[in-house]
């Protein structure tokens, strides 16, 4: 391809404007170049957040990550129930003590199928509408279900 150094001879810039020839020179750099000196202003107008540190990070011995099911895969947990004991049936209810197979919280998404009795430590207030909860456990082991 032929130069056009030619058809600029006597033009300071040849046609690309001041420093704009090579790289990214017109506009002082690419990317976040300079944010520190020249682009300092601009910074602080449209990303002050952009430098330092931002938020908390919890430690990790304080963190807690309970184990939640919903209130719609409790028909799928009953081989599981009734493995660990912790299943029975009375009265057309379902009863399930969800703490002995190491479940901490219900949480109220799906629908039950048939009306539930459920011993958990925690429960959604959704939960408490679909099912019925109760924090105590029975006394003794759970009697299986026929």
């Known amino acids: 391809m032929p130069s056009k150094t030619r058809k600029y001879r006597g033009s300071r810039t040849h046609g690309r404007g001041i420093k704009a020839g090579r790289g990214a020179g ?14 300092f202003k601009s910074m602080l107008i449209y990303a002050p957040d952009h430098f330092g540190r931002h938020g908390f990070k ?9 184990v939640a099911v919903n209130v719609g895969e409790l028909e799928g947990l009953v081989p599981l129930l009734k493995a660990g004991q912790a ?24 629908k039950p199928r048939r009306p539930w009795k459920v011993y958990v430590p925690h429960a959604s207030a959704h939960a408490k509408e679909k099912v ?5 456990p029975p006394e003794g082991p759970a009697s299986p279900g026929p």
């Open 58 to 66: 919890r430690p990790p011995a304080v963190q807690q990550f309970p």
């Open 87 to 110: 299943f029975r049936e009375e009265g057309g209810a379902a009863v399930a003590d969800l703490s002995r197979i190491g479940v901490e919280r219900l949480l109220g998404g799906g």
């Open 132 to 136: 019925e909860v109760l924090t105590a």
């Open 26 to 39: 017109k506009q002082g750099g690419r990317g976040n170049a300079g944010l520190h000196k020249y682009k």
